[in-house]
């Protein structure tokens, strides 16, 4: 069983400061990463892909990977109340859109 | 763009119906995946499908089942309903592989 794992939160940050969401994944051979951004009673909605090693930055989020230490995270510079959602971290197992999700981090940002 | 498109958003059955659900894709994406969203488990993958193939499977009894034409369009059948089917329904498109973009949902309830 392959496994993603978040910390469920809920994580409280305030208005203009920075979020971390971190996740950790057991198979050693995944290759995509995914970052999805779900409200609450909506779909889950794409932020970030990353597939290598290092920082990937896109406006006010970057997503970090670390496959050696087999670690994926999202900052979020800049933090708004908007951004206060649940953030599923994803892999993808086969290379074929088959998507493994954590259980997700709740993410409220105080104004 | 369209985005990805599910019918029926709601839906009400009893136990031991069948259902089906339908889903379009993103104009051009030929992978559609479906999962399933509760609040206990998540969000677990059911199966994927590519130029009419099924590629993947998650760990679902039978009863779960799916299709794709070849416009792309998928159907995902569920037959005879348990209280433990009522989840949101969600299907994702690709291109090939790589990021995938979800759709609405489908709230099925099982009474």
């Known amino acids: 069983q392959k496994e993603v794992e978040q910390n469920s939160g809920p994580l409280s940050v305030p208005e203009g400061a920075i979020a971390s969401l971190n996740c950790t994944y057991s198979?050693?051979?995944?290759?995509?990463f995914f970052w999805y951004r779900q409200y609450s009673g909506k779909s889950p909605e794409l932020i970030m892909s990353?597939?290598?090693?290092g920082d990937k930055e896109d406006g006010r989020f970057t997503a970090q990977l670390n496959k050696a230490s087999q670690y994926v995270s999202l900052l979020i510079r800049d933090s708004q109340p908007s951004d206060s959602a649940t953030y599923l971290c994803?892999?993808?197992?086969?290379?074929?859109?088959?998507?493994?999700f954590g259980t997700g981090t709740r993410l409220t940002v105080i104004p | 763009k369209a985005g990805v498109t599910q019918t029926p958003r709601y839906l009400i059955k009893t136990r031991g119906q069948q259902v089906t659900l339908s889903c379009s894709p993103i104009?051009?994406?030929?992978?559609v995946s479906w999962y399933q969203q509760t609040p206990g488990q998540g969000l677990q993958f059911l199966f994927e499908?590519?130029?009419?193939?099924?590629?993947n499977k998650g760990n679902f009894p039978g009863r779960f089942s799916g299709r794709q034409f070849s416009n792309s369009r998928s159907e995902m059948n569920v037959s005879t309903l348990e209280l433990g089917d009522s989840a949101l329904y969600l299907c994702?498109?690709?291109?090939?592989?790589?990021?995938?973009?979800f759709g609405q949902g489908t709230r099925l309830t099982v009474v």
């Open positions: 104009s051009g994406h030929r992978s």
């Open positions: 990353i597939y290598s090693n």
């Open positions: 994803a892999l993808d197992q086969t290379g074929a859109n088959n998507l493994f």
């Open positions: 499908y590519f130029s009419e193939t099924q590629r």
């Open positions: 198979d050693r051979g995944s290759q995509s």
């Open positions: 994702a498109s690709s291109y090939v592989t790589g990021e995938a973009f």
